[in-house]
C-alpha cells in the first residue's frame, strides 16, 4: 500500500485483517482502509477513487464574455408568435382560477392587477416619459448629421451613404427585382418604430368594440403604458381607483360601475408633440458639429434608460400583442377590433389572438446590419456571414461618436476582419 503525505510516499506492508470487497461493502460511500500509524509523525492523507473532490464555498465562476453572438431570427409570417409562457403553465392556471370559481373563492389580485397604482413604479413611469421625449429629441436632430436608407417596399433600414447590396427584401415585388431593395431617404418612423395603442380612461372598464374604435385616440404604446402607471397628462386622463377590482374566475364581479370619461383640458398641443415623432425632424433644428458627439451619447442613453423602465413596467402592467400581427394593447385584456390581416385571419373573422407582450413587441429594436465605415463600399451578400447588426439607434449613434454598450457589442461581431471578396472563398 502506498500512503500520500506532503513529505513523500511511503511504501507500507499490511498485515491486519483482508479487506471486505463483498457487494454488501459497495453500498458505503468509501471502504476504509485500516493502516498503522507510521514511526515518523506526518499528515497523511487516504486518497479514495469513489469520492468526488469538495469544492470551495468561497469559489465563483469565472464570468466569460460572449464573443459572438446569433443575429435575432426573422419569424415566419406564416406561423403564429410563440407564447412567452409556456401554453402548459398558461392551462394550468386557468384550471386553478376555474376550480377557485366553481367553489365561489375570489381571485387573488395584487396592484397592479387589481386597478391599484404601485406607488414604487411611479416614479420609473416618469422617468420613462422623461427619457422618450429626449429620445425622440434626439433622434430628429442626429437624422440631419447621419444618413439613412429605408425600403419602399419592406421594413428594411440602413444606416451608410449608401443602401446595401444583400438580396433579402421581402417585399410584394421582390421576386421581379431578385431580393433587391429599393432605397429611399429614411424618417425617423423608420428608426423609431411607431407602435400605437388605444388610450382607454378606463382599462378595466367596457372592451372597445369594432363599430366604437373610432371614439378612442390612438397614441405611443409606451405613452399608454406610462399614463396606466401613474403618469398624469390633462390631454389623456385615466381613471385612479381607490378600491380593488374584484374578480370570479374571468368575471369581475366589482369594478366600481362605469364612469363617463371627463372632458378633455384644452390646453396647447406643445406637450402632446413632444410624446410622438410625427414631424420630429421639422421642430428640431441640425445640431453643430461640436454638439453631435453630446447629443448622441445623451440619445444613447435615454435609449437604455427607456428600455429598462419598460422591461421593469411590463413585469407588473398587462400588456397584449397580437400573435399574428404587431398589434399591441396595454390592458388587463385586448379589444376586439377586427383589423388583423396576417395568417389565417379569415378563420378568425379578422379578430386578434391575444397573448402575452414581449419588451421588443412594444418597444422594438429594428436591427439593420453594421457598417463600420459609413462612406465606405456597401455590403455585399456573399460576405453575409461576416457582418453584425444592432438596433437602428444604436447604429446612428455609434456613428455620431457615443460609446457603445457591451450588450450590442457581441451582436455587432466588432472582433471579426471582413475579408474581400476573393478571401471569402478560402475561408472555411
Excluded at 465563483?60 to 412567452?84: A, C, E, G, I, W
Excluded at 465605415?373 to 444604436?394: C, I, M, S
Amino acid at each position: 500500500m502506498l500512503l500520500l503525505s506532503p513529505i513523500g510516499v511511503y511504501p507500507q506492508s499490511i498485515a491486519s485483517n483482508p479487506i471486505d470487497f463483498s457487494a454488501r461493502g459497495s453500498y458505503a460511500l468509501a471502504f476504509q482502509i485500516p493502516y498503522p500509524v507510521l514511526k515518523k509523525e506526518c499528515s497523511t492523507r487516504l486518497l479514495c477513487f469513489n469520492q468526488k473532490p469538495k469544492q470551495r464555498a468561497n469559489f465563483k465562476k469565472r464570468h466569460v464574455s460572449t464573443q459572438n453572438v446569433d443575429l435575432p431570427p426573422v419569424l415566419p409570417k406564416k406561423k403564429k408568435k410563440p407564447y412567452p409562457i409556456p401554453f402548459k403553465q398558461i392551462q394550468e392556471a386557468a384550471k386553478k382560477d376555474k376550480k377557485l370559481a366553481q367553489m365561489g373563492i375570489e381571485k387573488h389580485l395584487d396592484p397592479p392587477k387589481n386597478g391599484l397604482l404601485v406607488p414604487a413604479l411611479v416614479p420609473v413611469a416618469h422617468e420613462v416619459i422623461d427619457n422618450w421625449k429626449l429620445l425622440i429629441k434626439g433622434l430628429a436632430q442626429l437624422l440631419h448629421v447621419v444618413p439613412v436608407f429605408a425600403c419602399s417596399e419592406c421594413a428594411a433600414v440602413h444606416v451608410a451613404s449608401a443602401g446595401h447590396n444583400i438580396r433579402e427584401c421581402s417585399g410584394p415585388t421582390s421576386s421581379q427585382r431578385r431580393g433587391s431593395h429599393l432605397w429611399v431617404k429614411g424618417t425617423i418612423n423608420d428608426v423609431l418604430v411607431p407602435v400605437e395603442s388605444y388610450h382607454m380612461y378606463d382599462p378595466f372598464g367596457r372592451r372597445i368594440k369594432h363599430e366604437s374604435r373610432f371614439d378612442y385616440e390612438r397614441i405611443p404604446a409606451v405613452v399608454e403604458l406610462c399614463v396606466q402607471a401613474g403618469v398624469e397628462i390633462p390631454e389623456y386622463p385615466c381613471r385612479r381607483r381607490t378600491q380593488p377590482v374584484r374578480m370570479m374566475g374571468k368575471r369581475v364581479i366589482d369594478r366600481g360601475g362605469y364612469v363617463k370619461e371627463p372632458d378633455k383640458a384644452t390646453l396647447s398641443s406643445s406637450p402632446l408633440a413632444d410624446l410622438d415623432t410625427l414631424g420630429a425632424c421639422e421642430r428640431y433644428p441640425p445640431p453643430t458639429p461640436e454638439e453631435v458627439p453630446k447629443i448622441a451619447q445623451e440619445t444613447m442613453d435615454a435609449y437604455e434608460k427607456v428600455r429598462w423602465g419598460v422591461t421593469k413596467l411590463m413585469r407588473e402592467y398587462t400588456v397584449k400583442a397580437c400573435g399574428y400581427c404587431s398589434e399591441v394593447h396595454v390592458g388587463p385584456w385586448g379589444h376586439s377590433v377586427k383589423l388583423c390581416g396576417e395568417f389565417k385571419h379569415q378563420w378568425r373573422d379578422g379578430k386578434h389572438g391575444w397573448q402575452d407582450a414581449l419588451v421588443e413587441e412594444l418597444f422594438p429594436p429594428n436591427y439593420v446590419w453594421h457598417v463600420r465605415d459609413l462612406k465606405g463600399p456597401p455590403l455585399t451578400g456573399n460576405l453575409k456571414r461576416f457582418y453584425g447588426k444592432a438596433p437602428a439607434l444604436v447604429e446612428i449613434c455609434m456613428h455620431s461618436g457615443a460609446r457603445v454598450p457591451k450588450c450590442y457589442k457581441a451582436m455587432m461581431r466588432l472582433d471579426i476582419i471582413v475579408p474581400d471578396s476573393q478571401e471569402a472563398d478560402m475561408v472555411a
